[in-house]
């Protein structure tokens, strides 16, 4: 947890987004919901994929933020943009059911 606070606090993007999950799974670290949306937003505004879609998550669940599923679909775009299967899927089924979209 140390080296990942230590490389996140520099802006390295895949610090912050795994040290998110850390947070949002309590491992080595109190369950923090809000903290890992900020940690995954720092990363997610560096481009970071894996974050995007985490944050999309984070949003389309309401989990440490309110839920807002069209900002879901925003962050999700990010990341199905470059190529990010997991986004790219679950966007393909909010166009299906029209959810957010």
Do not use: I
Not at 45 to 64: E, F, I, P, T, V
Request: aromatic content about 14%.
């Amino acid at each position: 947890v140390e080296w990942y606070r230590k490389a996140a606090e520099q802006g390295f993007a895949k610090a912050q987004c795994n040290l998110g999950v850390m947070y949002v799974n309590g491992e080595g670290v109190p369950k923090d919901w809000a903290n890992a949306v900020k940690l995954y937003e720092q990363a997610a505004k560096q481009g970071y994929a894996d974050a995007q879609y985490n944050l999309g998550s984070m949003y389309k669940n309401g989990h440490g933020v309110v839920k807002d599923v069209a900002c879901a679909v925003e962050w999700y775009m990010k990341a199905a943009e470059q190529g990010y299967f997991e986004a790219q899927y679950n966007l393909g089924n909010m166009f299906a059911t029209g959810h957010g979209v």
